[in-house]
């Protein structure tokens, strides 16, 4: 115990000064208001999609998010991990229209395949901005991944718009959120209490269909999230083992000696 | 020495190998029977984790640049591709991220442990040297690397730091151009950064290989610092010390693993996740966190010369560390007064990396510039005056002397289990 005490300390606080510095290195937000933190059911460590709930983001996704926010990242082939099957891939893919060439050279449109990304809702990125005051909507992809706060963040903002506190200077053509830096966002609010309705019966509140949208996303961002959970345990659960194993063989090895 | 080698390999082809080129007489010598300090702490594991960590790191790297392709226009969306399309691409990609990470984490820890116990120390100084050029490279390396994935962080740290460079003056403007392949970070920039980033590991294979050469020539240093006496004194390294490393490694790999699988994007920075835009500067660049006491340092004085001179003057300092401290002991462990101020410096490390995160604004900027002066004290006053000055405690006679409790036994304690450290 002599030489293990100080080694144990030193251990305990040179670990304790880089974990902390890890952790304090995650940069500060800059935002007055925290977003709600909601339980999401692809959190933790066991974290899977509530294949529903996507199912049901998919649909706001297709007829509201799409007018205007691109998912370039992703295929329609995608959707078979949220539970769609194989042929309502196929005709999904089949009602969007694409550019294509004719064989002689001359511009026209095909349907959609299960293997082509996602389609632009505009042919490029002055048309986008043109349609939008000026502004340019992010394409959603990775979105859940690129703000800090992640799916939270995204729920928040979807469920942040309010009127603008009385003297608060709102620039024309502009929103506020309570959740957006500076709160002065372009896109009007998105979703309200039934934009949508849902097929399977399920409530329309902006709540509810702010959860589904963001999970949706959060497959899109990370398709590989299931598969990735579930390898990590099977990793983590290896290697407590072969720890255990390789120290009962470190115990034997050193019994005799004296160090 | 021209002729055959004498070799006591017993099987005839690798006998026919050994003769020829003595590389498995070499394995069993410096792996096998190598004498190895036999009283090392759980500390000594962290040099073989980096060389685990640079093989996982060469490993991944090489297949993800298969994947990847080093074209502004197309960068972002290739490391997206290797995500989604390539078997196990998110496996490679984030084992890649997070081993970036993961390699600091072990190296800054190998490198206190140098601090704490004096291993830069005669006859060990170009063997620590040898370390710092290490980490260097190691720096360089990494800080290509997060430019490759072309988020908006990478567009713009690499913006930052290619800039200090023209803080040098005159030449300063012609050698930022120069970096850049024209007049800003854009597609040379983006091409030579990849290449540079797939050659540099190799260097740092070789440096790793002349490191570990050089302390198979001085032998290793151990936590009481003072030389094995006699084989009383040592283990062979195999199987004892290949033993104790791989439960190290273990333990190593289920962190590693924790990271990869369950917060693989926790280390990293969002806005990496947005494509780089050159008309867009996001509010808050910082580097990834291995970086920040760096940052903080930079960002300590009020001039950009200073800041960059500062900056790198923090990494080159290490470089004459073995003459700097001045005192004949090795080990903290015997030095009562070093050993306290030497938590200091892991404090200021610490509080440096937490400045670096923050926007240099209010209370951040003199806790940066009292951390910086701080680190710059310890190395250039308190090491030099503190080993002329400071009483260190009596050290032990021997390793195993230490080991047996610094005296001969009385009868009835010697029947006793040792305890083992």
Same mark, same amino acid.
């Given at each position: ?23 304090? /290195? !995650?940069?500060? @937000?800059?935002?007055?208001? *925290? $977003? ?7 959190? =933790? &460590? ?46 999904? /893919? !089949?009602?969007? @229209?694409?550019?294509?060439? *004719? $064989? ?7 349907? =959609? &395949? ?146 | ?421």
């Amino acid at each position: 115990m002599r030489t293990l005490r100080p080694t144990l300390i030193g251990a305990a606080l040179l670990g304790a000064a880089l974990l902390g510095a890890v952790v304090t /290195a !995650a940069p500060a @937000r800059a935002q007055e208001e *925290t $977003e709600p933190s909601v339980n999401w059911s692809f959190s =933790g &460590l066991f974290g899977t999609f509530d294949r529903a709930a996507a199912q049901r983001g998919f649909q706001i996704y297709n007829q509201v998010c799409s007018n205007c926010h691109s998912l370039r990242q992703a295929y329609y082939r995608d959707l078979i991990g949220i539970g769609l099957s194989a042929q309502q891939v196929k005709d999904l /893919a !089949a009602s969007k @229209r694409f550019p294509a060439l *004719t $064989e002689d050279g001359q511009p026209t449109d095909r349907p =959609g &395949l299960p293997s082509d990304h996602f389609r632009d809702p505009f042919p490029n990125e002055l048309a986008a901005r043109a349609a939008n005051g000026g502004g340019l909507p992010p394409d959603l992809s990775v979105i859940v991944k690129a703000r800090e706060g992640g799916p939270d963040y995204v729920y928040g903002i979807l469920t942040g718009f309010i009127d603008a506190p009385a003297g608060f200077k709102l620039m024309p053509g502009l929103n506020y959120n309570k959740y957006f830096p500076g709160h002065q966002i372009a896109m009007p609010q998105p979703l309200r209490d039934a934009t949508v309705t849902y097929i399977d019966g399920t409530s329309n509140a902006l709540d509810q269909e702010a959860r589904d949208v963001v999970t949706f996303l959060t497959y899109i961002a990370n398709p590989e999230l299931e598969e990735r959970h579930r390898m990590g345990v099977k990793v983590v659960l290896f290697l407590l083992f072969l720890t255990g194993l390789s120290y009962a063989v470190k115990r034997k090895l050193w019994a005799n000696v004296h160090h | 020495m021209v002729g055959l080698f004498h070799s006591d390999i017993k099987n005839p082809v690798l006998r026919w190998i050994d003769t020829r080129l003595p590389i498995l007489t070499m394995v069993q010598k410096e792996y096998g029977v190598f004498p190895t300090p036999k009283n090392f702490n759980y500390f000594w594991a962290f040099g073989g984790l980096a060389m685990v960590t640079l093989l996982i790191m060469i490993a991944t790297g090489v297949v993800l640049a298969m994947a990847y392709t080093p074209n502004t226009t197309m960068a972002f969306d290739s490391v997206e591709r290797i995500m989604r399309d390539v078997n196990y691409g998110w496996l490679l990609r984030y084992a890649h991220e997070n081993g970036a990470s993961m390699f600091f984490i072990v190296v800054y820890v190998h490198m206190f442990r140098g601090l704490y116990y004096g291993s830069y120390k005669n006859p060990r100084e170009l063997l620590w040297i040898l370390g710092v050029a290490i980490f260097l490279v190691m720096m360089a390396t990494a800080f290509m690397g997060y430019v490759l994935p072309w988020g908006q962080m990478s567009f713009w740290a690499a913006t930052v730091i290619t800039n200090l460079f023209s803080a040098i003056p005159v030449v300063g403007e012609p050698i930022v151009q120069w970096l850049w392949g024209g007049f800003s970070v854009g597609n040379p920039t983006l091409n030579r950064f990849f290449s540079l980033h797939y050659l540099l590991p190799f260097v740092l294979f070789a440096l790793v290989f002349l490191h570990v050469a050089a302390l198979h020539i001085t032998g290793s240093n151990n936590p009481l610092g003072i030389e094995p006496k006699g084989p009383q004194d040592t283990l062979p390294f195999h199987p004892y010390y290949t033993v104790k490393d791989s439960v190290a490694i273990c333990v190593y790999f289920i962190v590693f693993a924790l990271l990869v699988f369950f917060f693989p994007n926790y280390l990293g920075h969002a806005d990496n996740y947005i494509p780089a835009n050159p008309l867009l500067t996001p509010p808050h660049i910082v580097p990834d966190w291995y970086f920040l006491p760096y940052y903080a340092i930079l960002r300590a004085v009020p001039s950009k010369l200073g800041g960059v001179a500062l900056m790198f003057g923090a990494v080159l300092i290490l470089f004459v560390v073995p003459w700097l401290d001045t005192s004949k002991v090795r080990s903290a462990k015997f030095r009562p007064i070093y050993r306290v101020f030497f938590w200091v410096l892991v404090i200021s490390c610490v509080v440096l990396g937490v400045v670096g995160s923050q926007q240099p604004v209010g209370i951040w900027v003199p806790l940066g510039q009292v951390a910086t002066a701080y680190y710059f004290f310890h190395f250039l006053l308190l090491m030099p005056v503190l080993g002329k000055l400071e009483r260190t405690l009596p050290l032990p006679e021997s390793i195993s002397h230490a080991v047996l409790g610094g005296g001969p036994l009385p009868n009835g304690v010697a029947a006793k289990p040792m305890e083992k450290a």
